[in-house]
């Protein structure tokens, strides 16, 4: 990962981690590194201030893909790697979580490309660069449909009914931190 990942909760961590493993064995997923990937992913975006944690020049957070690739645009190097990284966690956790959020305005296929876009330029980035992790970035975009139905069927059995689809919401709100 290149990005440090905050955790607000310390059982976050263990539960989502719990719920990774069951999905990835219900589902039959094998795992080359993605369900730790996607248990940190989880653990931080169980908050969504982290989920729209790039902010723009006033101080105010991108909430579109389409203000995350305007952002993207402008920034080179290091930033625009961390960048893409957040581009591509935040179309896989919104098609994964947010899919019926996303339908009603039409944009599914548009987080699903992009973020698959950018999970392949992190790979070749890292790749060039010489940095490690260019594997699990290129077998994020590869599996990225894939992933996104792990974490809608995630969402949908094992956080369940009291799930609002509202991403301003916190995630970390349904989930009962005492179960881990």
């Keep these: 990962m290149i990005s440090k990942r905050l955790i607000p909760h310390p059982k976050l961590k263990q539960i989502f981690g719990w719920f990774v493993k069951k999905t990835f064995h219900d589902l039959e997923i094998r795992n080359g590194g993605e369900s730790s990937y996607l248990t940190d992913l989880l653990s931080e975006f ?3 201030e982290r989920v729209f944690k790039v902010l723009d020049a006033q101080g105010r957070p991108l909430r579109t893909i389409v ?4 952002a993207r645009q402008k920034t080179e190097d290091r930033q625009g790697i961390e960048l893409d990284q957040h581009i591509g966690d935040y ?10 959020f996303l339908r009603r305005g039409g944009f599914v296929n548009l987080y699903r490309e992009e973020g ?3 999970y392949w330029r992190l790979s070749n ?4 660069s010489g940095m490690e992790g260019s594997r699990l970035f290129g077998d994020l975009a590869a599996d990225f449909d894939r992933l996104s139905a792990a974490l809608h069927y ?8 009291k799930w609002v689809d509202d991403p301003s919401k916190d995630v970390a709100e349904v989930i009962p ?3 881990a």
């Design 46 to 48: 169980a908050r969504s």
């Design 67 to 70: 203000e995350l690739l305007e």
């Design 91 to 100: 179309s896989l956790f919104m098609t994964g979580f947010f899919v019926e």
């Design 116 to 118: 698959m876009r950018a």
């Design 125 to 128: 980035e890292i790749r060039f």
């Design 154 to 161: 995630l969402r949908n059995t094992y956080i369940g009914k």
């Design 177 to 179: 931190l005492h179960r």
